[in-house]
Protein backbone atom coordinates (compact mmCIF):
# COMPACT_ATOMS: atom_id res chain seq x y z
CA UNK A 1 0.00 0.00 0.00
CA UNK A 2 1.86 3.37 -1.22
CA UNK A 3 2.18 5.86 2.09
CA UNK A 4 -0.26 8.70 2.11
CA UNK A 5 1.31 12.39 1.06
CA UNK A 6 1.57 14.02 4.11
CA UNK A 7 -1.42 16.53 4.99
CA UNK A 8 0.20 20.30 4.21
CA UNK A 9 -1.75 22.90 6.67
CA UNK A 10 -0.85 26.42 7.28
CA UNK A 11 1.22 27.07 10.28
CA UNK A 12 -1.02 30.13 11.31
CA UNK A 13 -4.65 30.22 9.73
CA UNK A 14 -5.61 33.62 8.11
CA UNK A 15 -2.32 34.89 7.58
CA UNK A 16 -1.46 34.08 3.95
CA UNK A 17 -3.15 32.26 0.94
CA UNK A 18 -2.47 30.54 -2.03
CA UNK A 19 -6.47 30.57 -3.39
CA UNK A 20 -6.37 31.44 -7.59
CA UNK A 21 -2.76 30.82 -7.75
CA UNK A 22 0.15 32.66 -6.35
CA UNK A 23 0.86 33.01 -2.83
CA UNK A 24 -0.13 36.37 -1.07
CA UNK A 25 0.13 37.49 2.14
CA UNK A 26 -3.69 38.83 3.70
CA UNK A 27 -3.09 41.59 5.47
CA UNK A 28 -6.57 44.36 6.11
CA UNK A 29 -7.17 47.72 5.26
CA UNK A 30 -9.09 50.54 6.98
CA UNK A 31 -11.78 51.80 4.81
CA UNK A 32 -11.79 55.13 6.26
CA UNK A 33 -8.19 56.02 6.22
CA UNK A 34 -6.47 53.67 4.04
CA UNK A 35 -4.07 52.60 6.35
CA UNK A 36 -2.43 49.45 6.33
CA UNK A 37 -1.48 46.31 8.60
CA UNK A 38 -0.02 43.01 8.79
CA UNK A 39 -0.48 40.81 10.22
CA UNK A 40 -4.97 41.96 10.15
CA UNK A 41 -5.91 44.30 12.70
CA UNK A 42 -9.36 43.39 13.50
CA UNK A 43 -11.01 45.04 15.74
CA UNK A 44 -9.71 49.12 14.87
CA UNK A 45 -7.35 50.70 13.15
CA UNK A 46 -4.39 52.07 14.79
CA UNK A 47 -4.24 55.42 13.03
CA UNK A 48 -4.42 57.49 15.54
CA UNK A 49 -6.19 60.17 14.29
CA UNK A 50 -8.97 57.69 12.54
CA UNK A 51 -10.96 55.92 15.09
CA UNK A 52 -12.49 53.86 12.71
CA UNK A 53 -13.30 50.08 13.36
CA UNK A 54 -14.15 48.97 9.71
CA UNK A 55 -11.68 47.00 8.44
CA UNK A 56 -11.44 44.95 4.32
CA UNK A 57 -8.99 42.19 4.13
CA UNK A 58 -6.40 42.47 1.49
CA UNK A 59 -3.98 40.71 -0.12
CA UNK A 60 -0.84 42.39 -0.01
CA UNK A 61 1.90 43.02 -2.58
CA UNK A 62 3.89 40.20 -4.03
CA UNK A 63 6.82 41.64 -4.21
CA UNK A 64 9.00 43.97 -2.83
CA UNK A 65 12.52 45.00 -2.19
CA UNK A 66 14.85 44.04 0.27
CA UNK A 67 15.29 46.21 3.23
CA UNK A 68 17.67 44.27 5.18
CA UNK A 69 18.44 40.50 5.42
CA UNK A 70 20.23 38.40 8.51
CA UNK A 71 20.71 34.53 9.65
CA UNK A 72 20.24 32.22 12.39
CA UNK A 73 23.48 30.01 12.48
CA UNK A 74 21.76 28.54 15.58
CA UNK A 75 18.18 27.06 16.32
CA UNK A 76 16.15 28.99 17.76
CA UNK A 77 14.37 28.80 20.95
CA UNK A 78 10.62 26.43 21.46
CA UNK A 79 8.14 27.63 20.12
CA UNK A 80 10.55 27.41 16.72
CA UNK A 81 10.45 24.01 15.92
CA UNK A 82 14.03 22.90 14.87
CA UNK A 83 15.36 20.81 12.32
CA UNK A 84 17.33 17.99 13.45
CA UNK A 85 20.43 18.80 12.43
CA UNK A 86 19.78 22.42 12.12
CA UNK A 87 20.19 23.97 9.15
CA UNK A 88 20.79 27.51 9.36
CA UNK A 89 18.18 29.80 6.98
CA UNK A 90 18.12 33.47 6.19
CA UNK A 91 15.32 36.30 7.04
CA UNK A 92 14.41 38.88 5.00
CA UNK A 93 12.54 42.25 5.47
CA UNK A 94 10.88 43.07 2.72
CA UNK A 95 9.75 46.66 1.82
CA UNK A 96 6.18 47.08 -0.45
CA UNK A 97 6.22 50.16 -2.26
CA UNK A 98 1.88 50.22 -2.65
CA UNK A 99 1.77 49.31 1.11
CA UNK A 100 4.48 51.84 2.46
CA UNK A 101 5.29 48.89 4.95
CA UNK A 102 8.46 46.52 5.70
CA UNK A 103 7.43 42.93 6.29
CA UNK A 104 9.16 40.18 7.99
CA UNK A 105 9.49 36.88 6.72
CA UNK A 106 11.89 33.52 6.54
CA UNK A 107 13.87 33.12 3.00
CA UNK A 108 12.97 30.25 0.92
CA UNK A 109 15.22 27.11 1.63
CA UNK A 110 18.64 26.60 0.02
CA UNK A 111 18.96 30.52 0.21
CA UNK A 112 22.54 31.71 1.97
CA UNK A 113 22.89 35.63 2.71
CA UNK A 114 25.80 35.35 0.26
CA UNK A 115 23.14 35.62 -2.32
CA UNK A 116 21.25 38.20 -0.91
CA UNK A 117 22.38 42.14 -1.40
CA UNK A 118 19.93 45.48 0.15
CA UNK A 119 17.90 46.43 -2.76
CA UNK A 120 17.30 43.22 -4.89
CA UNK A 121 13.59 42.23 -5.58
CA UNK A 122 12.19 39.69 -3.68
CA UNK A 123 9.05 37.90 -3.84
CA UNK A 124 6.43 35.67 -1.64
CA UNK A 125 6.52 32.18 -1.62
CA UNK A 126 4.81 29.23 0.44
CA UNK A 127 7.33 26.63 1.97
CA UNK A 128 7.04 23.77 4.68
CA UNK A 129 8.54 25.75 8.21
CA UNK A 130 8.12 22.29 10.10
CA UNK A 131 6.74 18.83 9.71
CA UNK A 132 5.16 16.90 12.81
CA UNK A 133 2.49 13.98 12.82
CA UNK A 134 -0.12 16.01 11.78
CA UNK A 135 1.88 16.80 8.36
CA UNK A 136 3.31 19.39 7.44
CA UNK A 137 2.93 22.65 8.42
CA UNK A 138 3.65 25.80 6.18
CA UNK A 139 4.48 29.28 5.93
CA UNK A 140 5.34 32.25 3.66
CA UNK A 141 8.97 32.91 2.98
CA UNK A 142 10.92 35.58 0.61
CA UNK A 143 12.97 34.61 -2.73
CA UNK A 144 14.93 36.91 -5.39
CA UNK A 145 12.69 37.14 -8.02
CA UNK B 1 14.07 73.56 37.37
CA UNK B 2 11.05 72.70 38.74
CA UNK B 3 10.69 69.23 37.18
CA UNK B 4 13.86 68.36 38.94
CA UNK B 5 14.41 65.47 41.15
CA UNK B 6 18.43 64.51 43.33
CA UNK B 7 19.92 61.09 42.91
CA UNK B 8 20.88 61.06 46.27
CA UNK B 9 22.27 57.61 46.34
CA UNK B 10 23.20 54.76 43.78
CA UNK B 11 23.87 50.41 44.12
CA UNK B 12 24.49 47.60 42.03
CA UNK B 13 24.76 44.20 42.85
CA UNK B 14 27.77 42.95 40.42
CA UNK B 15 26.31 41.75 37.15
CA UNK B 16 27.13 38.43 36.41
CA UNK B 17 25.89 34.80 35.95
CA UNK B 18 25.01 33.44 39.47
CA UNK B 19 22.31 32.01 39.52
CA UNK B 20 20.13 33.16 42.47
CA UNK B 21 16.94 34.70 43.56
CA UNK B 22 16.73 37.77 41.98
CA UNK B 23 15.67 39.46 45.07
CA UNK B 24 18.68 39.21 47.03
CA UNK B 25 20.34 41.43 43.75
CA UNK B 26 17.77 43.79 44.27
CA UNK B 27 18.34 43.99 48.29
CA UNK B 28 21.94 43.60 47.78
CA UNK B 29 21.94 47.10 45.04
CA UNK B 30 19.04 48.69 47.61
CA UNK B 31 21.01 48.68 51.02
CA UNK B 32 24.19 49.75 48.70
CA UNK B 33 22.15 52.84 47.81
CA UNK B 34 20.88 53.86 50.56
CA UNK B 35 24.13 53.59 52.15
CA UNK B 36 25.49 55.83 49.28
CA UNK B 37 22.41 58.16 49.93
CA UNK B 38 23.01 58.00 54.15
CA UNK B 39 19.60 56.90 54.73
CA UNK B 40 17.37 53.57 56.15
CA UNK B 41 15.35 51.49 54.60
CA UNK B 42 12.64 52.79 57.08
CA UNK B 43 13.07 56.76 55.07
CA UNK B 44 11.88 55.38 52.21
CA UNK B 45 8.47 56.46 51.50
CA UNK B 46 7.94 55.29 48.53
CA UNK B 47 9.17 51.97 46.45
CA UNK B 48 9.24 51.44 42.54
CA UNK B 49 9.96 48.03 41.16
CA UNK B 50 11.22 46.96 37.95
CA UNK B 51 9.56 43.52 37.01
CA UNK B 52 11.10 40.65 35.88
CA UNK B 53 8.98 38.49 33.52
CA UNK B 54 11.19 35.19 34.12
CA UNK B 55 10.97 34.70 37.52
CA UNK B 56 7.24 33.98 38.31
CA UNK B 57 4.64 35.98 40.53
CA UNK B 58 7.52 37.54 42.76
CA UNK B 59 8.50 38.74 39.74
CA UNK B 60 5.30 40.70 38.45
CA UNK B 61 5.51 42.35 42.04
CA UNK B 62 9.31 42.98 42.31
CA UNK B 63 7.99 46.33 44.74
CA UNK B 64 6.57 44.19 47.05
CA UNK B 65 9.15 41.03 46.86
CA UNK B 66 11.97 43.66 47.51
CA UNK B 67 9.86 45.64 50.13
CA UNK B 68 9.16 42.33 51.60
CA UNK B 69 12.75 41.50 51.53
CA UNK B 70 14.19 44.40 53.37
CA UNK B 71 11.54 44.38 56.42
CA UNK B 72 8.23 45.34 55.54
CA UNK B 73 8.04 48.93 56.41
CA UNK B 74 4.51 50.36 55.48
CA UNK B 75 6.15 52.37 52.49
CA UNK B 76 4.19 52.85 49.80
CA UNK B 77 4.65 50.56 46.40
CA UNK B 78 4.44 50.27 42.77
CA UNK B 79 5.71 47.25 40.22
CA UNK B 80 6.38 48.61 36.56
CA UNK B 81 7.38 46.93 33.11
CA UNK B 82 8.35 47.73 30.19
CA UNK B 83 11.01 44.82 29.04
CA UNK B 84 14.50 47.03 28.70
CA UNK B 85 12.78 50.33 29.81
CA UNK B 86 11.21 48.83 32.82
CA UNK B 87 14.14 51.12 34.94
CA UNK B 88 12.78 54.48 33.33
CA UNK B 89 9.33 53.66 33.98
CA UNK B 90 9.87 52.75 37.85
CA UNK B 91 11.93 56.17 37.74
CA UNK B 92 9.32 58.38 35.67
CA UNK B 93 6.91 56.70 38.42
CA UNK B 94 8.98 57.33 41.90
CA UNK B 95 10.12 61.11 40.28
CA UNK B 96 6.39 62.41 39.62
CA UNK B 97 5.44 60.90 43.20
CA UNK B 98 8.37 63.24 44.71
CA UNK B 99 7.07 66.42 42.36
CA UNK B 100 3.59 66.05 43.34
CA UNK B 101 4.82 66.27 46.66
CA UNK B 102 3.38 63.00 48.00
CA UNK B 103 7.14 61.98 49.09
CA UNK B 104 10.27 63.34 49.70
CA UNK B 105 12.28 60.08 49.58
CA UNK B 106 11.78 57.56 47.28
CA UNK B 107 13.78 53.94 46.31
CA UNK B 108 13.74 52.62 42.81
CA UNK B 109 14.90 48.91 42.38
CA UNK B 110 15.57 46.69 39.37
CA UNK B 111 16.66 43.42 39.57
CA UNK B 112 16.78 40.02 36.88
CA UNK B 113 17.88 36.34 36.77
CA UNK B 114 18.01 35.26 33.82
CA UNK B 115 17.97 31.69 31.81
CA UNK B 116 20.73 30.26 29.83
CA UNK B 117 20.84 30.88 25.91
CA UNK B 118 18.73 33.61 23.83
CA UNK B 119 16.03 35.19 25.71
CA UNK B 120 12.69 32.61 24.66
CA UNK B 121 8.89 33.87 25.18
CA UNK B 122 6.98 32.19 27.94
CA UNK B 123 5.09 28.92 27.60
CA UNK B 124 2.42 27.25 25.86
CA UNK B 125 0.44 28.20 22.67
CA UNK B 126 -0.49 31.82 22.21
CA UNK B 127 -1.34 32.44 18.64
CA UNK B 128 -2.64 36.58 20.18
CA UNK B 129 1.05 36.84 21.24
CA UNK B 130 3.25 38.71 18.57
CA UNK B 131 5.89 37.71 21.06
CA UNK B 132 5.26 33.95 20.79
CA UNK B 133 4.59 34.17 17.08
CA UNK B 134 7.51 35.57 15.98
CA UNK B 135 9.71 32.75 17.76
CA UNK B 136 7.41 29.98 15.91
CA UNK B 137 6.83 31.33 12.63
CA UNK B 138 10.02 33.41 11.77
CA UNK B 139 12.61 31.67 14.88
CA UNK B 140 13.25 35.36 14.99
CA UNK B 141 15.18 36.15 18.36
CA UNK B 142 16.53 38.91 19.54
CA UNK B 143 19.45 38.89 17.63
CA UNK B 144 18.08 38.52 14.39
CA UNK B 145 16.10 41.65 14.59
CA UNK B 146 19.89 43.68 15.83
CA UNK B 147 21.23 41.57 12.39
CA UNK B 148 19.01 43.41 10.53
CA UNK B 149 19.69 46.62 11.45
CA UNK B 150 23.58 45.86 11.19
CA UNK B 151 23.26 44.93 7.76
CA UNK B 152 20.82 47.84 7.08
CA UNK B 153 23.91 50.10 8.35
CA UNK B 154 26.08 48.66 6.15
CA UNK B 155 24.41 49.03 3.07
CA UNK B 156 23.28 52.93 3.79
CA UNK B 157 26.60 53.89 5.36
CA UNK B 158 29.27 51.69 4.37
CA UNK B 159 29.93 49.94 8.17
CA UNK B 160 32.10 47.58 7.90
CA UNK B 161 32.49 44.19 10.77
CA UNK B 162 35.81 46.17 11.70
CA UNK B 163 33.91 48.75 12.47
CA UNK B 164 31.14 46.78 15.23
CA UNK B 165 34.39 45.24 16.54
CA UNK B 166 36.10 48.80 17.24
CA UNK B 167 32.42 49.25 19.87
CA UNK B 168 33.15 45.93 21.18
CA UNK B 169 36.77 46.71 21.64
CA UNK B 170 35.97 50.04 23.17
CA UNK B 171 33.63 48.81 25.38
CA UNK B 172 35.47 46.08 26.78
CA UNK B 173 38.31 48.45 27.63
CA UNK B 174 36.06 50.83 29.38
CA UNK B 175 34.45 47.99 31.23
CA UNK B 176 37.95 47.01 32.12
CA UNK B 177 38.28 48.95 35.72
CA UNK B 178 34.20 48.69 36.44
CA UNK B 179 33.68 46.36 39.64
CA UNK B 180 30.17 45.37 38.85
CA UNK B 181 30.99 44.55 35.10
CA UNK B 182 30.62 40.70 34.41
CA UNK B 183 33.22 41.00 31.54
CA UNK B 184 36.54 42.69 32.88
CA UNK B 185 38.71 41.29 29.67
CA UNK B 186 40.33 43.31 27.23
CA UNK B 187 38.74 42.40 23.58
CA UNK B 188 40.80 42.51 20.50
CA UNK B 189 39.09 43.18 16.96
CA UNK B 190 40.83 39.78 15.81
CA UNK B 191 38.69 38.04 18.39
CA UNK B 192 35.61 39.32 16.93
CA UNK B 193 36.19 38.50 14.31
CA UNK B 194 36.81 34.75 15.24
CA UNK B 195 33.72 34.51 17.25
CA UNK B 196 31.32 32.62 15.29
CA UNK B 197 28.23 34.06 13.42
CA UNK B 198 25.09 34.11 15.33
CA UNK B 199 22.99 36.18 13.06
CA UNK B 200 24.72 37.59 10.29
CA UNK B 201 26.67 39.99 10.08
CA UNK B 202 26.46 40.06 13.68
CA UNK B 203 28.96 37.62 15.87
CA UNK B 204 29.05 36.29 18.73
CA UNK B 205 31.31 39.12 20.65
CA UNK B 206 29.12 42.02 18.90
CA UNK B 207 25.96 40.46 20.73
CA UNK B 208 25.26 41.34 24.31
CA UNK B 209 24.95 38.43 26.82
CA UNK B 210 22.16 37.71 29.23
CA UNK B 211 23.16 38.34 33.04
CA UNK B 212 22.03 38.15 36.37
CA UNK B 213 22.31 41.54 38.34
CA UNK B 214 20.49 44.61 40.34
CA UNK B 215 20.57 48.30 40.44
CA UNK B 216 19.03 50.89 42.41
CA UNK B 217 18.91 54.54 43.03
CA UNK B 218 17.38 56.82 45.85
CA UNK B 219 15.48 59.57 44.59
CA UNK B 220 14.42 62.24 46.50
CA UNK B 221 13.09 65.98 46.40
CA UNK B 222 15.40 68.43 45.47
CA UNK B 223 14.76 70.43 49.00
CA UNK B 224 15.42 67.38 50.96
CA UNK B 225 18.70 66.51 49.04
CA UNK B 226 19.88 70.08 49.81
CA UNK B 227 19.59 68.95 53.47
CA UNK B 228 21.89 65.80 53.22
CA UNK B 229 24.62 67.11 50.13
CA UNK B 230 25.69 70.19 49.11
CA UNK B 231 26.49 68.58 45.74
CA UNK B 232 23.45 67.01 44.69
CA UNK B 233 23.07 64.93 41.28
CA UNK B 234 20.03 66.06 39.97
CA UNK B 235 17.65 64.29 37.23
CA UNK B 236 16.86 66.79 34.79
CA UNK B 237 14.84 64.51 32.21
CA UNK B 238 12.92 61.46 32.01
CA UNK B 239 11.59 59.77 28.81
CA UNK B 240 9.48 56.64 28.99
CA UNK B 241 7.93 57.69 25.29
CA UNK B 242 5.60 55.50 22.84
CA UNK B 243 6.57 55.85 19.37
CA UNK B 244 3.96 58.14 16.89
CA UNK B 245 1.87 56.32 14.34
CA UNK B 246 3.27 55.15 11.47
CA UNK B 247 6.51 53.93 13.19
CA UNK B 248 8.10 52.66 10.27
CA UNK B 249 11.30 50.92 11.17
CA UNK B 250 10.81 46.89 12.12
CA UNK B 251 10.50 46.72 15.88
CA UNK B 252 10.58 43.65 18.41
CA UNK B 253 8.48 41.36 18.15
CA UNK B 254 6.70 42.81 15.43
CA UNK B 255 6.76 40.91 11.83
CA UNK B 256 5.79 44.08 9.60
CA UNK B 257 6.27 47.61 10.35
CA UNK B 258 3.37 50.42 10.25
CA UNK B 259 2.06 51.29 7.31
CA UNK B 260 3.00 54.84 5.29
CA UNK B 261 -0.21 54.49 3.47
CA UNK B 262 -2.67 57.02 4.17
CA UNK B 263 -1.46 58.81 7.15
CA UNK B 264 1.95 61.24 7.18
CA UNK B 265 5.07 60.51 8.92
CA UNK B 266 5.64 62.14 12.33
CA UNK B 267 7.92 64.78 12.13
CA UNK B 268 10.19 63.03 14.20
CA UNK B 269 11.08 58.61 14.02
CA UNK B 270 10.67 56.95 17.03
CA UNK B 271 14.06 56.39 17.75
CA UNK B 272 15.25 60.03 17.50
CA UNK B 273 12.28 61.04 19.89
CA UNK B 274 13.45 59.05 22.75
CA UNK B 275 16.23 61.39 23.83
CA UNK B 276 14.23 64.29 22.34
CA UNK B 277 11.88 64.15 25.07
CA UNK B 278 14.55 63.93 27.94
CA UNK B 279 16.57 66.65 26.32
CA UNK B 280 13.52 69.02 26.00
CA UNK B 281 12.65 68.19 29.87
CA UNK B 282 15.86 69.90 30.50
CA UNK B 283 16.36 72.59 28.56
CA UNK B 284 19.40 70.93 27.11
CA UNK B 285 20.94 69.25 23.92
CA UNK B 286 23.18 66.65 22.54
CA UNK B 287 25.93 69.82 22.56
CA UNK B 288 25.72 69.95 26.14
CA UNK B 289 26.50 66.54 26.98
CA UNK B 290 29.50 65.12 28.70
CA UNK B 291 29.09 61.59 28.21
CA UNK B 292 26.47 59.27 27.08
CA UNK B 293 25.11 55.66 28.12
CA UNK B 294 23.36 54.04 25.13
CA UNK B 295 21.85 50.28 25.17
CA UNK B 296 24.56 48.41 23.47
CA UNK B 297 22.02 45.21 22.45
CA UNK B 298 24.63 44.87 19.33
CA UNK B 299 27.99 46.63 18.69
CA UNK B 300 26.18 47.78 15.55
CA UNK B 301 23.14 49.49 17.66
CA UNK B 302 25.49 51.26 19.60
CA UNK B 303 26.28 53.20 16.31
CA UNK B 304 22.95 53.84 15.47
CA UNK B 305 22.09 55.29 19.11
CA UNK B 306 24.70 58.12 18.52
CA UNK B 307 22.63 59.25 15.21
CA UNK B 308 19.33 58.90 17.64
CA UNK B 309 20.89 61.27 20.22
CA UNK B 310 22.15 63.98 18.14
CA UNK B 311 25.49 63.61 18.59
CA UNK B 312 26.22 63.18 15.19
CA UNK B 313 24.45 62.81 11.25
CA UNK B 314 22.67 60.02 10.17
CA UNK B 315 25.71 57.88 8.50
CA UNK B 316 27.97 60.10 10.82
CA UNK B 317 28.82 57.56 13.52
CA UNK B 318 30.96 55.16 12.13
CA UNK B 319 33.66 58.25 11.67
CA UNK B 320 32.96 59.17 15.46
CA UNK B 321 33.84 55.97 16.20
CA UNK B 322 37.11 55.40 14.09
CA UNK B 323 38.04 59.06 15.32
CA UNK B 324 38.12 57.99 18.91
CA UNK B 325 35.62 60.62 19.54
CA UNK B 326 33.17 58.21 21.63
CA UNK B 327 36.27 56.73 23.68
CA UNK B 328 37.28 57.44 27.34
CA UNK B 329 39.17 60.58 26.84
CA UNK B 330 37.36 61.91 23.57
CA UNK B 331 34.96 64.22 23.00
CA UNK B 332 31.63 62.51 24.43
CA UNK B 333 32.73 58.88 25.54
CA UNK B 334 29.95 56.62 24.94
CA UNK B 335 29.19 53.76 27.78
CA UNK B 336 32.26 54.77 29.95
CA UNK B 337 30.95 51.53 32.03
CA UNK B 338 31.45 48.95 29.54
CA UNK B 339 28.27 48.90 28.26
CA UNK B 340 26.35 45.76 27.52
CA UNK B 341 28.90 44.86 26.42
CA UNK B 342 31.13 44.22 29.65
CA UNK B 343 27.70 43.32 31.49
CA UNK B 344 25.30 41.76 29.35
CA UNK B 345 21.57 42.55 30.21
CA UNK B 346 19.60 42.18 33.23
CA UNK B 347 16.40 43.38 31.46
CA UNK B 348 14.76 45.19 34.59
CA UNK B 349 18.06 46.78 36.08
CA UNK B 350 19.42 47.91 33.02
CA UNK B 351 17.89 51.42 32.55
CA UNK B 352 18.68 51.97 36.43
CA UNK B 353 22.40 50.93 36.08
CA UNK B 354 22.82 53.65 33.38
CA UNK B 355 21.80 55.86 35.84
CA UNK B 356 24.08 54.73 38.59
CA UNK B 357 26.83 55.15 36.35
CA UNK B 358 25.88 58.45 35.25
CA UNK B 359 25.98 59.13 38.97
CA UNK B 360 28.76 57.93 39.68
CA UNK B 361 30.44 59.74 36.65
CA UNK B 362 29.07 63.26 37.38
CA UNK B 363 30.05 62.74 41.30
CA UNK B 364 33.66 62.33 40.35
CA UNK B 365 33.57 58.60 41.39
CA UNK B 366 34.40 56.54 38.75
CA UNK B 367 37.68 56.20 38.99
CA UNK B 368 39.49 54.54 36.20
CA UNK B 369 36.69 55.57 33.75
CA UNK B 370 36.01 58.39 35.28
CA UNK B 371 35.30 61.40 32.19
CA UNK B 372 37.14 64.18 33.36
CA UNK B 373 34.65 67.15 34.63
CA UNK B 374 31.40 65.54 33.58
CA UNK B 375 28.74 67.33 34.35
CA UNK B 376 25.55 66.48 32.32
CA UNK B 377 25.04 62.68 30.86
CA UNK B 378 22.27 61.05 29.45
CA UNK B 379 21.36 57.72 29.24
CA UNK B 380 18.99 55.93 26.31
CA UNK B 381 17.54 52.56 25.71
CA UNK B 382 14.62 50.87 24.30
CA UNK B 383 12.60 48.18 25.68
CA UNK B 384 10.45 46.02 22.57
CA UNK B 385 6.50 46.08 22.55
CA UNK B 386 7.10 50.05 21.70
CA UNK B 387 9.05 51.80 24.98
CA UNK B 388 11.70 54.44 24.93
CA UNK B 389 13.52 55.07 27.44
CA UNK B 390 15.73 57.99 28.12
CA UNK B 391 17.20 59.93 31.23
CA UNK B 392 19.29 62.81 31.88
CA UNK B 393 21.50 63.45 34.62
CA UNK B 394 22.95 66.86 35.60
CA UNK B 395 25.40 68.17 38.38
ZN1 LIG C 1 -8.15 54.25 9.82
Redesign the interface.
Known sequence: MPTPLPVRQPAIEGWFTQDGGAPRLLGSRCTACGTIFFPKETFACRNPECGSDTLDEIPLSRHGTLWSFTDNRYPPPPPFVASDPFEPYAIAAVELAAEKMVVLGQVAKGVTTEQLAVGMEMELIIEALFEDESGIHEIWKWRPA | MSHEVAVLGAGMHPWGKWGRNFVEYGVHAARAALAEAGLAWTDVQFLAGGDTMRNGYPGYVAGASIAQALGWSGAQVASTYGACATGAQAIDVARARILAGLCDVALVVGADTTPK??F??TGG?R?QDPD??R???????N??YF??????RM?LYGATPADFAKVKVKNARHGLGNPNARYRKAVREDDVAAS???????RLLDICATSDGGAAVVLTSLAFARRHTTQPVRLAGVSAVTP???N?V?EMP??????????SLPDVPFRDSIARGAYEQAGLGPEDLDLAEVYDLSTALELDWYENIGLCKPGGAEQMLRDGATTLGGRIPVNASGGLASFGEAVPAQAIAQVCELTWQLRGRAEARQVEGARVGLAVNQGLFGHGSSLLLRT
Open positions: GFAPVQWLFRLLGATPVGLYARRAPVVSDPLRYPTINFATDSAVGV
